[in-house]
């Protein structure tokens, strides 16, 4: 088990004075990228007289995989799954004028009679001794009242300086956090991302010009610059889970991804081997959950067959979504979309190996957007300018 910083100690000792305490209120644990968030979670089960039974959750079943592997890698023998599978169970399709209450711009939800989504109703499944909520500035308003119904001690862990939800404030724009990570870990200082990630934050207008100053790719995208860039030199390929573009809107996603195909001679198919794409819905039947990837190794007419960045395997049809209609009476079949870009939203919870940020100057690129963006790279960085 790892030994903690001075910062870590402090944390922990306040959240056990917390816990025990019997407590009614949650706990807050805050802490910019690099700081030792995650690192500090295995060490709970070392920090008690009696350590309490805990359940890890995260707002996506991406990000619920992200911590499990980070937990197992800590020797901690505990699966994360999503607040969804703790708290709720879907009971049925909300249509036309009910879904307004759903009306989520970054899923591209405008009250259209043909969009439908999941309701959830409130049944949960555990009550645990301590509740660890992941990724916690992702986590909205509605949902933070259930899980305070459980009424179990919660420990809200998460980045102050991400996105908020999509739709209300987050709990670090609500209250301060009970204590704060400050000092960056030894490990994160080897990597520039994390002072670039600093700088942005801070809403330094020279932020790009220092990020080229740092050793950081700065491209532009039209076909007729010297420096121009060419998906075709990522390292991984943008056929590999590991490289993602990163954009402002649905629209410039959906830009990206018809690019990049067409770069990459994928052809006028919507669908073929090789191709990536992310689950739009999820899917217990398969293990299949919305934000997780996978690679396209075959089609056979209406059939695909998928492997999972979880190593999970699917064969059977599927559903594009944006292309096809999604019938009420199939919501078991997986959703999937074209994923060499996403939105800044989408990545959040996830981490990738080589991050290309597109640069559009649009009103969603502020500085926290910015910064949620840079700290989704865990190697390599670029930032790529539209003309």
């Given at each position: 088990?790892?030994?903690?910083?001075?910062?870590?100690?402090?944390?922990?000792?306040?959240?056990?004075?917390?816990?025990?305490?019997?407590?009614?209120?949650?706990?807050?644990?805050?802490?910019?990228a690099g700081?030792?968030?995650?690192?500090?979670?295995?060490?709970?089960?070392?920090?008690?007289?009696?350590?309490?039974?805990?359940?890890?959750?995260?707002?996506?079943?991406?990000?619920?995989?992200?911590?499990?592997?980070?937990?197992?890698?800590?020797?901690?023998?505990?699966?994360?799954t999503s607040i969804h599978n703790l708290i709720y169970n879907p009971r049925g399709i909300l249509h036309e004028e009910d879904c307004g209450i759903w009306d989520r711009p970054e899923d591209g939800c405008t009250r259209n009679p043909k969009c439908k989504k999941l309701a959830w109703e409130y049944d949960p499944k555990d009550k645990p001794q301590l509740l660890v909520v992941d990724e916690a500035s992702m986590v909205d308003p509605r949902i933070r009242e259930d899980i305070a119904r459980?009424?179990?001690?919660?420990?809200?862990?998460?980045?102050?300086?991400?996105?908020?939800?999509?739709?209300?404030?987050?709990?670090?724009?609500?209250?301060?956090?009970?204590?704060?990570?400050?000092?960056?870990?030894r490990q994160?200082?080897?990597?520039?991302?994390?002072?670039?990630?600093?700088?942005?934050?801070?809403?330094?207008?020279?932020?790009?010009r220092q990020a080229e100053l740092m050793g950081f790719p700065v491209l532009e995208a039209g076909p007729r610059s010297d420096h121009r860039y060419d998906p075709r030199a990522a390292i991984p390929p943008h056929s590999d889970p590991g490289t993602v573009f990163i954009a402002a809107t649905n629209k410039g996603v959906d830009r990206l991804n018809a690019l990049t195909r067409r770069v990459l001679g994928r052809g006028p198919e919507n669908l073929v081997p090789g191709e990536l794409v992310m689950a739009q819905n999820n899917n217990r039947r398969t293990s299949i959950y919305?934000?997780?990837?996978?690679?396209?190794?075959?089609?056979?007419?209406?059939d695909i067959y998928l492997t999972m960045e979880t190593g999970v395997k699917y064969a059977g049809p599927s559903l594009i979504k944006g292309i096809d209609e999604v019938p009420?009476?199939?919501i078991d079949i997986p959703v999937i979309r074209h994923s060499y870009a996403v939105t800044c939203h989408k990545a959040q919870g996830s981490e990738f190996r080589n991050v290309v940020v597109y640069l559009t100057g649009s009103r969603p690129e502020t500085s926290r957007w910015l910064y949620t963006a840079v700290t989704r790279a865990t190697h390599d960085l670029t930032f790529v300018r539209a003309m």
């Amino acid at each position: 088990m790892l030994t903690p910083n001075p910062d870590q100690a402090q944390a922990l000792a306040r959240i056990q004075e917390w816990y025990l305490s019997d407590p009614t209120e949650p706990f807050i644990l805050g802490g910019l990228a690099g700081t030792g968030k995650t690192a500090l979670l295995p060490m709970l089960h070392s920090g008690f007289e009696h350590t309490p039974r805990i359940r890890y959750v995260c707002p996506t079943w991406k990000a619920a995989h992200v911590l499990t592997t980070k937990l197992k890698d800590a020797g901690v023998h505990a699966s994360a799954t999503s607040i969804h599978n703790l708290i709720y169970n879907p009971r049925g399709i909300l249509h036309e004028e009910d879904c307004g209450i759903w009306d989520r711009p970054e899923d591209g939800c405008t009250r259209n009679p043909k969009c439908k989504k999941l309701a959830w109703e409130y049944d949960p499944k555990d009550k645990p001794q301590l509740l660890v909520v992941d990724e916690a500035s992702m986590v909205d308003p509605r949902i933070r009242e259930d899980i305070a119904r459980l009424g179990t001690p919660t420990l809200y862990v998460g980045d102050h300086g991400q996105l908020p939800p999509v739709q209300g404030t987050s709990v670090f724009d609500e209250r301060r956090p009970d204590a704060l990570l400050e000092r960056i870990q030894r490990q994160a200082l080897d990597s520039p991302i994390i002072p670039l990630s600093r700088i942005v934050r801070d809403g330094d207008t020279s932020w790009l010009r220092q990020a080229e100053l740092m050793g950081f790719p700065v491209l532009e995208a039209g076909p007729r610059s010297d420096h121009r860039y060419d998906p075709r030199a990522a390292i991984p390929p943008h056929s590999d889970p590991g490289t993602v573009f990163i954009a402002a809107t649905n629209k410039g996603v959906d830009r990206l991804n018809a690019l990049t195909r067409r770069v990459l001679g994928r052809g006028p198919e919507n669908l073929v081997p090789g191709e990536l794409v992310m689950a739009q819905n999820n899917n217990r039947r398969t293990s299949i959950y919305n934000g997780q990837q996978g690679v396209i190794t075959d089609v056979d007419g209406d059939d695909i067959y998928l492997t999972m960045e979880t190593g999970v395997k699917y064969a059977g049809p599927s559903l594009i979504k944006g292309i096809d209609e999604v019938p009420d009476n199939q919501i078991d079949i997986p959703v999937i979309r074209h994923s060499y870009a996403v939105t800044c939203h989408k990545a959040q919870g996830s981490e990738f190996r080589n991050v290309v940020v597109y640069l559009t100057g649009s009103r969603p690129e502020t500085s926290r957007w910015l910064y949620t963006a840079v700290t989704r790279a865990t190697h390599d960085l670029t930032f790529v300018r539209a003309m």
